[in-house]
């Protein structure tokens, strides 16, 4: 407080306790006045920025939402990834969900921001990886808001449509994926696994050496099997980039409900030999079991050439699934910025599920055209009532130990091996595959 207000305050003539008390708030109010500004850590120094939001609100409708858009629906599926119908159906769900995807007046009866600029800002740091103050000027919101935009859009996609579109293979999805991996010459296959890793730029720095692996930098990994449509049907992520592929293989709950005895069954024949398990085509690195395939590095012979060539090409189906998630959102390929490992999660598995959602929204069919919902073809004929799982009965601890056993039993996975080798060189000899 300056001396001027002391020598007053402690003025005898200034001894009336009102008058008192009214000369030191205006010092109070004084000194306030002349602190402002200097210090960085000052709170009143933040300013406010009339944003306009309505008529940001307005030209979004405008140039993409109307009847008559300025940008027409090629357009609309290049900047936000899906189709505008994709869009309004993403949205009214999490209006539904979650009520801060719905326009509201705040407490001064102003006019918020809407669920289309608010999914927007979610869609476009998705799809490009800007950073949140990118967006300021188009949909009109701010830095911190965008942010917020992203975790909350993230996390209702993920509660909403995780149970449908990150579920393991139903009956009817396993009956298409066996035709199909039939039909390519591989019976019995449910589809290719791999990981991917994503760099964590913002890493706190006690975890630097638990997340830094093989790429030198500190990475998360995620697991994911995909079929030839690239539908991601398993995604495991989370574990740290130190670990490789055969450490997060051991954690993650690939094959969960075959050990448990839940989930459709898995029967097929391969010259003449009966096989009850499913398998997946991946590289060099995972283990000998039942339930992986692997292909032959230095192949002797010309029916051993022959199944690696083909082994190899249809086990890219993971890599071209993990380069379409990548082209789609921008935000997985480059380092994530975001400081939570909650927030990367949400982020990773929001993504694959608006990819899948994609795939379905976009299948065509043999012809290269749009196909309309048919029974082999759907993903969702399941009736009403969601995803069916289908449970083989309870089991005995000893039925998970003997099925666990028969899950890693190296000498079944040499035995498949031989026998789709063979099969394969007998559908090239009659021309089936080329």
């Known amino acids: 407080m300056s001396n001027f207000f002391k020598r007053l305050l402690n003025d005898s003539s200034s001894s009336d306790e009102e008058e008192r008390n009214m000369w030191f708030a205006a010092a109070i109010e004084f000194e306030r006045q002349n602190s402002q500004g200097s210090g960085s850590g000052d709170r009143s120094s933040r300013q406010y920025r009339y944003r306009d939001r309505v008529s940001g609100h307005s030209r979004l409708l405008n140039d993409y939402f109307v009847k008559n858009p300025v940008y027409d629906e090629t357009l609309f599926r290049r900047r936000f990834r899906l189709s505008r119908p994709l869009f309004l159906r993403i949205l009214h769900t999490l209006q539904q969900h979650n009520d801060y995807f719905v326009q509201r007046r705040n407490a001064a009866n102003t006019i918020g921001l809407s669920g289309e600029q608010k999914m927007t800002a979610a869609l476009r740091m998705l799809a490009y990886g800007m950073s949140a103050d990118s967006l300021d000027e188009y949909v009109r919101i701010g830095e911190t808001t965008t942010i917020e ?10 509660e909403i449509f995780g149970p449908e579109y990150l579920r393991s293979p139903n009956a009817a999805d396993i009956f298409r994926l066996l035709r199909k991996a039939n039909q390519q010459g591989f019976p019995g296959m449910l589809g290719s696994l791999d990981c991917m890793h994503w760099a964590w730029k913002n890493c706190p720095a006690g975890y630097h050496g638990m997340y830094t692996g093989h790429v030198h930098r500190p990475t998360i990994v995620l697991e994911a099997v995909a079929s030839y449509d690239l539908w991601i049907w398993h995604a495991f992520f989370g574990m740290p980039g130190s670990n490789n592929d055969i450490n997060v293989l051991d954690a993650s709950n690939l094959f969960a409900n075959l050990q448990e005895g839940c989930g459709p069954s898995v029967d097929y024949t391969i010259m003449g030999n009966h096989y009850n398990m499913g398998y997946y085509l991946a590289d060099g690195i995972y283990p000998k079991w039942a339930t992986i395939v692997q292909s032959i590095s230095h192949p002797q012979d010309l029916a051993h050439e022959f199944f690696a060539k083909k082994h190899e090409s249809y086990r890219k189906d993971v890599e071209r ?25 949400f982020i990773m598995k929001a993504c694959i599920i608006l990819h899948n959602m994609i795939i379905e929204d976009e299948r065509v069919d043999d012809n290269g055209l749009v196909a309309i919902a048919s029974v082999n073809d759907d993903y969702d004929s399941l009736g009403t009532n969601g995803p069916v799982e289908v449970s083989r009965g309870p089991i005995s601890f000893d ?3 003997a099925t666990n ?21 007998t559908l090239h000899g009659q021309g089936v595959i080329e």
């Open 399 to 401: 039925h998970f130990m």
């Open 405 to 425: 056993r028969a899950i890693r039993d190296s000498d079944t996975h040499y035995a498949l091996r031989r026998d789709i080798i063979a099969h394969l060189w």
């Open 149 to 158: 935009c992203v975790k909350r859009f993230c996390q209702g996609v993920v």
């Open 321 to 345: 699934a993990f380069g379409v998630l990548q082209a789609r959102f921008a935000i997985v390929r480059g380092p994530a910025r975001f400081w939570h490992h909650e927030d990367l999660t």
